[in-house]
C-alpha cells in the first residue's frame, strides 16, 4: 500500500477535510491509516461527537471549522452536500493557506468548480476528485476521477501521491468530461431504481413477498432499489438536480419509458419489436459484431444467489419495460454505455450487466416483447413505472431539491422497515460481482 512515508515532502504535510460524513470519515480512517496527517472538520456542534469518534486516530485531528482547517492543511478536499458546496465554499475559501491545493469529492463538478473559481484566492491550485462508490465499499480498484482543473503538475502529483493509498483504479478527466459520463453512470441509472421503488409503493407491495418479483433480473431490481432508497437522499438528489447533463439523459429516459409503454398498451406489436432491436443494434451492436466482451459483464448464477423471496417454481416472464426503456434511452443519446465503464459505480456494473442479460439471452428478449403486447399482469406495475420515471424527470427538470426529498421521504419510510437485512443482501451481491469481475 503507498504510504506518506515514501514522499520526503510528506513530514509536514497537511491534508484537511472539510465534512466529515460518511465519505469524509472514510478518507480520514484510510489516509490516516496510511500516515497521511489529517485535520478535519464538520459543523462546529458536532466537534465533541467527532473528537471522541477520533480519539484513536493518532494522525487525525478534529478541528472546530473550516477556518481553521483552511488555515492549517497544505490540501483540502471538500466532503460535503453537492447543494451546499457553493455556501461552504464561500464560507471557508477565503482562509485557504497560501499556495495549498483544493478539491472537492462531491459528485457533481459543475457546481464544485464555479464555487472555487469563484472564491477561492488565485494563489490556490485546484485538483478534484471522486470515488465512484459508497462508503462502505473498498475503493481497491474502484474509478478515483481525478481532474486537474488549475494546477502545476507538481501539486497534481502530489494529490495523485495521497490519494494512491485508497488503492483505486486513477481516471484522469475535466470536469465537462466528468458531469457528462457521470450523468449516465450514476443520475438516469438511479432514476430508474427510483422509479422502480415509487412503482411498487404506488400499488403498495413488498415486491420479493410475490411469486411475480422473485429470481433472476428481479433479484437485481429490487436489492438495488432498496440499497438507494436506505441512502441519504442528498447524493441523489445532488448528482442528479446539479448535473446539466444529467437532465437531458433523465427527461429521455421517462420520454423512453412512456413510448414503450403507449406500445405495449396498444398492441403495436410490429413497432415495439422494431424500436427495440433499432436500439439494441445501436447499443450492443449488430448479430456478429457484438459490442459487449466474449463474457457476460455479470459472473454466471449471480442473478438467481441474492433473493430476498423464495423462488417460485416456474418463473412468471416480465417485459422489463425499465431495461427496454434503458436501452431505447441510451440509443436516442447515442450513447455506448461500454464506453463509460471507466466511471462506473458498482450500481451501474449491475445495472448494465442485467440489461446486457436480457439483450444477450438468447429468447429472453423476444419473450419480453411478447409479454408486452400480451400479457396484463404488469400492467398496473408498469403504469406506475412510467408515472414516477415522468414524475423524476419533471422534478429534475425544475430543480426542485424540496419535491425531490419529499417524493424520496415517503417512499423511504414505505420500505424502512425491510432495510435492515435487505440491505445486507444487497452488499453480498455487489461484493459478488466485484469479486466475479476481478477473476
Ligand atoms: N455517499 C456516497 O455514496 C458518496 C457521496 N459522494 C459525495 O460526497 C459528498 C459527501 O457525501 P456524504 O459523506 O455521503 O454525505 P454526508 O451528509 O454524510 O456528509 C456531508 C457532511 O458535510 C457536513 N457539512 C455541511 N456543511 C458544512 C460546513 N459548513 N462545515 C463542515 N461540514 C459541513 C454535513 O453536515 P450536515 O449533515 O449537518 O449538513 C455532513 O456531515 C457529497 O457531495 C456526495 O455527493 C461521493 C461519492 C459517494
Ligand atoms: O453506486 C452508486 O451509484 C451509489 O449509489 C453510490 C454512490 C453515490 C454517489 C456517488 O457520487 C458515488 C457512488
Not at 440489461?355 to 408498469?382: N, Q
Request: aromatic letters at 10%.
Amino acid at each position: 500500500m503507498a504510504s506518506a512515508s515514501e514522499f520526503a515532502w510528506s513530514k509536514d504535510f497537511v491534508v484537511g477535510l472539510i465534512g466529515m460524513g460518511d465519505m469524509g470519515k472514510m478518507y480520514a480512517r484510510r489516509l490516516s491509516s496510511a500516515g497521511w496527517r489529517i485535520m478535519a472538520c464538520d459543523r462546529e456542534e458536532k466537534y465533541d461527537e467527532l473528537v471522541e469518534e477520533f480519539a484513536d486516530h493518532t494522525n487525525v485531528q478534529i478541528l472546530r471549522n473550516g477556518h481553521l482547517v483552511s488555515r492549517a492543511s497544505n490540501y483540502i478536499i471538500y466532503s460535503v452536500e453537492a447543494a451546499a458546496i457553493d455556501r461552504v465554499v464561500a464560507q471557508y475559501g477565503p482562509s485557504t493557506r497560501l499556495g495549498a491545493i483544493v478539491g472537492g469529492q462531491t459528485s457533481c463538478k459543475d457546481p464544485e468548480i464555479k464555487a472555487f473559481e469563484k472564491f477561492l484566492p488565485s494563489d490556490v491550485d485546484i485538483v478534484s476528485c471522486h470515488s465512484l462508490h459508497g462508503p462502505n465499499v473498498d475503493p481497491r480498484g474502484q474509478p478515483l476521477v481525478l481532474i486537474k482543473h488549475r494546477a502545476s503538475d507538481e501539486s497534481f502529483d502530489k494529490v495523485e501521491s495521497v490519494l494512491r493509498c485508497l488503492n483505486s483504479t486513477h481516471v484522469y478527466l475535466s470536469a465537462k468530461e466528468h458531469d457528462r459520463i457521470t450523468a449516465d453512470t450514476q443520475a438516469v441509472t438511479h432514476a430508474a431504481f427510483l422509479s422502480m421503488g415509487k412503482a411498487w409503493h404506488a400499488n403498495k407491495q413488498f415486491p420479493w413477498e410475490g411469486s411475480r418479483y422473485v429470481g433472476g433480473i428481479e433479484n437485481v431490481k429490487i436489492n438495488l432499489m432498496l440499497r438507494i432508497y436506505a441512502q441519504k437522499w442528498h447524493v441523489y438528489a445532488g448528482l442528479a438536480i446539479l448535473n446539466p447533463e444529467a437532465h437531458k439523459q433523465i427527461g429521455q429516459f421517462a420520454k423512453s419509458t412512456t413510448e414503450l409503454f403507449y406500445l405495449m398498451l396498444e398492441g403495436r406489436a410490429d413497432e415495439l419489436r422494431e424500436r427495440v432491436y433499432a436500439a439494441r443494434d445501436k447499443v450492443f451492436g449488430r448479430e456478429g459484431s457484438p459490442k459487449w466482451a466474449p463474457e457476460p459483464l455479470l459472473p454466471h448464477g449471480v442473478l438467481d444467489r441474492f433473493s430476498l423471496g423464495k423462488k417460485p417454481e416456474t418463473r412468471l416472464p416480465n417485459n422489463h419495460l425499465s431495461l427496454l426503456a434503458m436501452v431505447d434511452c441510451w440509443s436516442k443519446l447515442g450513447i455506448v454505455p461500454y464506453d463509460h465503464m471507466i466511471c462506473s459505480t458498482p450500481l451501474f456494473r449491475l445495472w448494465l450487466g442485467v440489461t446486457e442479460h436480457l439483450f444477450r439471452s438468447p429468447g429472453l428478449l423476444d419473450e419480453c416483447l411478447a409479454v408486452g403486447i400480451e400479457d396484463k399482469s404488469f400492467r398496473r406495475d408498469d403504469l406506475q413505472f412510467t408515472i414516477a420515471a415522468s414524475g423524476w424527470a419533471e422534478c429534475v427538470s425544475l430543480k426542485s431539491f424540496e419535491t425531490w426529498r419529499e417524493r424520496f421521504a415517503v417512499t423511504q419510510r414505505f420500505f424502512e422497515p425491510r432495510f435492515k437485512g435487505a440491505v445486507e443482501v444487497g452488499q453480498a451481491m455487489i461484493k459478488a460481482v466485484l469479486e466475479g469481475s476481478k477473476d
